[in-house]
């Protein structure tokens, strides 16, 4: 995989909340999924490229969910988090205002669930013409199943599918 330009490109972490990176997840264990995102935002940060976070919220209820914040890790000092309150980041969040202010072009995808808050950002990430990239590792499931199908049948048709270790960072920064 080439080399991504950090001028161009964002990464985005969607729910990697306490509550969710603890549920029983498949293929991998939400901590594996957390400290390869982690070793991504690194990789982000280190070469000037932004990071943003996706945290969901529900709707209606006075208080969240014990658990409900971000994993200290990977979030960065004074990095932007999105707030959403649907399945995708899109939806009424100011998401896409957000990336076209930063310069992003191509978004680097992360999270928990895959088939569920990643896929759907990457779904309506396609549609407002971003180039995408998924960090495979960086992500899991609620079953393997539903990991695999969004992997190897859905995103390929939406993006490029990479191991967090395969995507690097390149070019003006």
Same mark, same amino acid.
């Given at each position: 995989?080439?080399a991504?330009?950090p001028?161009?490109t964002?990464l985005?972490?969607v729910?990697l *909340?306490?509550?969710?990176?603890?549920l029983?997840?498949?293929p991998r264990p939400?901590?594996d999924?957390?400290?390869?995102?982690?070793r991504?935002?690194?990789?982000? +940060?280190?070469?000037?490229? =932004?990071?943003?976070?996706? +945290?969901? %919220?529900r709707?209606?209820?006075?208080?969240q =969910? =014990?658990g409900s914040?971000?994993?200290p890790?990977?979030?960065?000092?004074? %990095?932007?988090?999105?707030?959403?309150?649907?399945?995708?980041?899109?939806?009424d969040?100011?998401?896409h %205002?957000l990336?076209t202010?930063?310069?992003?072009t191509?978004?680097?995808?992360?999270g928990?669930?895959?088939?569920?808050?990643?896929e759907?950002?990457a +779904?309506?990430?396609s549609?407002?013409?971003?180039d995408?990239v998924?960090a495979?590792d960086? *992500?899991t499931a609620?079953t393997?199943d539903?990991?695999?199908?969004s992997?190897?049948?859905?995103f390929?048709?939406?993006g490029?599918?990479?191991?967090?270790?395969?995507?690097?960072?390149?070019?003006?920064q």
């Amino acid at each position: 995989m080439p080399a991504l330009d950090p001028g161009r490109t964002a990464l985005v972490l969607v729910d990697l *909340m306490e509550r969710i990176v603890a549920l029983p997840l498949a293929p991998r264990p939400g901590t594996d999924a957390l400290a390869a995102a982690a070793r991504l935002a690194d990789t982000f +940060r280190a070469a000037g490229a =932004p990071v943003v976070h996706i +945290r969901s %919220e529900r709707s209606g209820v006075d208080h969240q =969910p =014990p658990g409900s914040d971000l994993a200290p890790q990977p979030l960065g000092d004074r %990095e932007p988090v999105v707030v959403k309150r649907t399945i995708g980041a899109f939806h009424d969040t100011g998401l896409h %205002e957000l990336l076209t202010g930063l310069g992003a072009t191509t978004l680097v995808l992360g999270g928990i669930a895959t088939n569920l808050g990643v896929e759907s950002t990457a +779904r309506a990430a396609s549609d407002h013409g971003y180039d995408l990239v998924f960090a495979e590792d960086a *992500m899991t499931a609620l079953t393997a199943d539903e990991h695999r199908a969004s992997v190897d049948l859905d995103f390929p048709r939406l993006g490029t599918v990479a191991p967090v270790s395969a995507i690097t960072l390149d070019g003006p920064q």
